[in-house]
């Protein structure tokens, strides 16, 4: 009645962290015995020829090995391993996020190639009338 029941209901509801832990310590231990056991399966069925000869293809997630099940691992030094996450954490820039910005850049590079083409020209015409031009 009362406090005391609703109390008593409470922790019934939500039982006691060491006892939770316990049911999911075996629930898991049961799981990776299973898994255990199906990769062990897979493994004996691989690259195993039935009563005519033939080795059927068994679909397989390769996961980092090779054809012979063998791991495959590559080593990396310290030193690599903090360049290549620096390397990752650059920022990406975008120099046109706009529309606009692009043809603006691309109007100005164009108007930079005619001013530079202009400038080449009048050198030719000053190397003309010097006679220094040469042009083969």
Request: without cysteine; positive net charge.
């Amino acid at each position: 009645r009362g406090l005391a029941r609703y109390m008593l209901d409470y922790g019934a509801a939500r039982p006691d962290s060491d006892a939770v832990r316990g049911d999911v310590d075996a629930f898991m231990a049961r799981f990776e015995e299973a898994q255990y056991e199906r990769d062990r399966m897979l493994a004996q069925q691989q690259n195993v020829a039935d009563a005519d000869g033939f080795i059927p293809v068994v679909r397989r997630a390769r996961g980092g090995r090779n054809s012979d099940g063998v791991a495959s691992v590559a080593a990396m030094s310290v030193d690599d391993a903090r360049a290549a996450s620096a390397a990752r954490k650059d920022p990406v820039t975008y120099s046109d996020l706009y529309r606009f910005q692009a043809r603006e850049r691309k109007r100005d590079q164009l108007a930079d190639l005619r001013r530079r083409f202009d400038e080449d020209k009048e050198k030719i015409v000053r190397m003309r009338q010097a006679r220094q031009f040469r042009p083969y």
